[in-house]
């Protein structure tokens, strides 16, 4: 067991991934040589040569769209969108091209290819900077989309959306680069699954899903939920399409209770959809009304003060959980 | 083009044969369409059969191309098959994209055609991805990018010569000039008279041709192909040609001039062929009569395919989203 920061558990997956097939190759704006703005991509432009890690110009719609173009004709590229906010440039070679290429193609192609960013707030980076888009690719048929919220995770996803026959985005959070986590032997070659829910941590009074950097507040409202007997189930939902709503729903059958948190805004987002198919599914199961948390309605602001008060917090967890342990019995299980 | 007689007549009978087919198949598929035989929206490229025909011709099998909404003779030049082709556009299971994607979808892998594509200047980036994987690889193959003047003033053509030239990619940016963008005419959204001209900004070579002459487009692109294979990097090729019809079928085409729209075949490739080049070529007046009447064969067999077919399955629409 060793202990590795989030920034490095990627570059060690992709640089393993990419000594392991020389069809991967590396695309994106200072991957090269500089080794990224955060050092995620340090020493691979050194390992694998300049042949497979090309440095882009900051043309990310010409780019992707050039990387959708490689995955046709049989390379594997991984591509860096340095901020989750810029996805917004390269939209259409995601959504039009990389996504429908292989259905509207008549299954003529496949677009082995993985688009990884970093994304959400907590660094005061202001509103171009801080953004989480998930749902946005959750409405989106034809691409995989995951956020890894530990150096662990971020291995065995790394690895698997490599190794996937189809476009995945990597929604990795800029909050948790510099995070440390315990990494086994096991950790370093494991591909995880692209449509797996994580249950972090279990317990019987409420089920918590996180998405991304949430889950580290919600582990720190569950030490303290503790401190006053209520034991929580904190679930990563790690994948965003698909959801894995069986996991969920296996564990609010036995709670009862059900909390979803994300930094992505709530309108139409994860939380949304996971309360709607457990109301629409278990109804019976649910001892209070489901809740959602994420940030308010607005930009993501500058100010340090502002920002903090933006995204969701372990306190915030907490105090919506305690209010839902003491809502009396939903109605329709009383009667 | 080589200067063996013999092998010059075959190659010219076989553009000649290329710019008859799409003719057929694009008027049979206009006729189609206004009798209310196909769903959707397609659009024809006639008039411009000699960008697809030279262009395609300068290629070679293992070479991709990348196409535009308006494909239907770039698919045709590089070898796709009438017969699925007509069968997608009447939106047929056996039809290329199995019903689901149109004519502005039509792709044959087999033959290097990555496909038309409804995004206004996106062929261009895509040919870099596959001009980027000829020279990962190693493989020896070019990419050729069709795309239309209207692509010229997207962002994104500018990201795709800049990357092309920044890596020397073999690939081949070619401008099909028909002088309208969708409904716009030349001069409303591009200030210059030579779009080739912008070539000089990515310090590669650019050259405008006649789109009419379909020696002198295949002629530059297999300068530009010979030059990519010998990984000297991209060119951009300007035809200028003219569309026939409209935008899309039914486009009553308001803003093109009295003239234009009452003798569009004062421009015509295949009728300067066969004024001013076959007997230069060695093509008598049969040859040309044999070529056009396998050519009519060939998509009424197309038609008449299309038309048994089943259509597209609805186990189909569930299927070959994900790998």
Redesign the interface.
């Known amino acids: 067991m060793t202990r590795t920061k989030y920034y490095q558990a990627f570059a060690h997956a992709l640089t393993e991934e990419m000594k392991r097939d020389p069809r991967v190759?590396l695309m994106g704006e200072d991957v090269g040589q500089s080794g990224g703005i955060f050092a995620h991509t340090k020493g691979i432009y050194e390992v694998i040569g300049p042949?497979?890690v090309?440095d882009?110009?900051i043309?990310e719609?010409?780019?992707v769209?050039?990387?959708?173009?490689?995955?046709?004709?049989?390379?594997r590229?991984v591509v860096e969108i340095g901020f989750e906010d810029f996805f917004t440039a390269c939209m259409?070679?995601l959504v039009?091209?990389a996504a429908k290429?292989?259905?509207?193609?008549?299954?003529?192609?496949?677009?082995?290819m993985v688009i990884y960013t970093f994304g959400g707030g907590g660094l005061n980076a202001g509103p171009q900077h801080s953004q989480s888009f998930a749902p946005w690719f959750a409405q989106v048929?034809?691409l995989?989309a995951v956020m890894p919220a530990t150096p662990a995770d971020v291995l065995g996803l790394t690895r698997a959306a490599i190794r996937d026959?189809?476009p995945v985005l990597l929604l990795m959070s800029k909050k948790l680069i510099s995070l440390s986590g315990n990494v086994g032997e096991a950790d370093l070659d494991a591909v995880l699954p692209l449509d797996r829910a994580n249950v972090v941590a279990e317990g019987g009074d409420c089920t918590v899903v996180t998405y991304g950097t949430i889950l580290h507040p919600a582990l720190k409202a569950r030490a303290k939920l503790q401190e006053a007997g209520v034991e929580i189930e904190v679930i990563d939902g790690r994948c965003v399409n698909p959801i894995d709503f069986e996991t969920i729903a296996a564990s609010v059958a036995r709670t009862g209770r059900l909390l979803v948190v994300h930094e992505a805004h709530l309108p139409c987002g994860m939380g949304a959809e996971i309360l709607a198919r457990a109301v629409e599914t278990m109804p019976e199961t649910l001892l209070c009304r489901p809740r959602r948390m994420g940030p308010p309605f607005a930009p993501s602001p500058f100010a340090p003060n502002l920002e903090k008060a933006y995204l969701p917090s372990a306190e915030g967890i907490a105090e919506t959980v305690s209010a839902m342990i003491q809502e009396p019995v939903l109605r329709w299980r009383a009667a | 083009m080589t200067q063996n007689p013999q092998s010059n007549t075959r190659q010219a009978a076989d553009l000649y044969r290329i710019m008859v087919l799409i003719r057929r198949f694009e008027l049979a598929a206009s006729e189609r369409y206004r009798n209310g035989d196909m769903p959707g929206f397609i659009h024809l490229s006639i008039g411009q059969e000699a960008c697809a025909a030279g262009a395609c011709a300068a290629l070679e099998e293992r070479d991709f191309i990348t196409s535009t909404h308006r494909g239907h003779g770039h698919c045709l030049a590089k070898g796709a098959d009438p017969k699925r082709m007509m069968a997608e556009l009447f939106a047929r299971a056996s039809g290329y994209c199995k019903g689901r994607g149109g004519s502005m979808h039509i792709a044959d892998m087999s033959r290097g055609v990555l496909g038309a594509n409804g995004i206004v200047g996106q062929s261009m980036p895509l040919a870099v991805g596959a001009a980027l994987t000829a020279q990962v690889t190693g493989s020896g193959a070019v990419a050729l990018a069709f795309f239309g003047e209207g692509a010229s003033g997207a962002g994104v053509a500018h990201e795709a010569m800049n990357m092309a030239a920044i890596w020397k990619l073999p690939v081949i940016f070619f401008c099909e000039v028909n002088r309208y963008a969708e409904l716009s005419p030349y001069e409303v959204h591009c200030p210059l008279e030579r779009i080739s001209d912008r070539a000089a900004a990515y310090g590669f070579p650019g050259e405008t041709v006649d789109g009419e002459d379909v020696f002198a487009v295949h002629d530059a692109v297999a300068r530009a192909a010979t030059r990519a294979r010998a990984g000297e990097g991209p060119s951009l090729i300007e035809a200028k040609a003219f569309r026939w019809h409209g935008h899309y079928e039914g486009d009553p085409q308001g803003y093109k001039t009295a003239d234009e729209r009452a003798s569009p075949e004062s421009f015509d490739p295949v009728a300067r062929f066969e004024r001013n080049e076959a007997s230069l070529r060695g093509l008598s007046e049969t040859d040309l009569e044999n070529i056009c009447a396998a050519a009519e064969a060939e998509i009424a067999a197309a038609l008449e395919f299309a038309e048994a077919e089943a259509p597209a399955t609805h186990a189909s629409m569930l299927e070959d989203i994900y790998a």
């Open positions: 190759v042949e497979r090309r882009t110009p043309a719609n010409g780019f769209s050039a990387a959708v173009g490689a995955a046709m004709t049989g390379l590229p259409d070679p039009n091209q290429l292989r259905y509207m193609l008549g299954g003529q192609v496949t677009i082995p048929p034809g995989k026959d189809n």
